[in-house]
């Protein structure tokens, strides 16, 4: 698969999964998982999704700043984020540093979201990451591919 192609293949599958899961590093010896929605998914959030066009493969993760992954993220920030589409045996993990998007923050906001953060678009609860992959693993049907990006 060359550059291009995986680029397709990654974007393609960024923009179809109804979610996606994250992992993190906390005290323990082992990963966290957790599954987020994936605000690339144009179904499901379609203004979320129009406002990553051209962002490549960075991935913006929204959150509450008091959870268990942001204060894990603060001290470790390296995470992967993996995306799949069971039926069609494809999966993409994308792995970077968790840093936070205040200009993601000021421009992602959906109505409705007041049920998570009372104060709103400007609740300090409310947090926006962004990942910036330099790793790229997963499977593409019937080949494994391992990439640095």
């Excluded at 993996?82 to 109505?111: H, V």
Aim: proline share 7%; with cysteine.
């Amino acid at each position: 698969m060359n550059k291009k192609q995986f680029e397709e293949f990654a974007l393609d599958i960024m923009g179809r999964a109804d979610m996606l899961t994250l992992a993190t590093m906390g005290a323990e010896p082992y990963p966290h998982l957790r599954a987020l929605f994936n605000w690339r998914d144009a179904a499901r959030f379609p203004a979320l999704a129009e406002y990553q066009k051209g962002a490549g493969l960075s991935v913006l993760l929204g959150t509450n700043t008091s959870s268990v992954k942001v204060r894990e993220m603060g001290s470790a920030p390296w995470v992967s984020v993996y995306f799949m589409i069971p039926s069609e045996f494809k999966g993409l993990c994308l792995s970077g540093k968790a840093l936070p998007d205040p200009e993601a923050r000021a421009a992602l906001w959906i109505e409705g979201w007041e049920m998570y953060y009372p104060k709103g678009r400007d609740d300090p609860d409310y947090t926006v990451l962004r990942v910036d992959p330099v790793r790229a693993r997963g499977w593409a049907a019937s080949a494994a591919f391992d990439l640095e990006l």
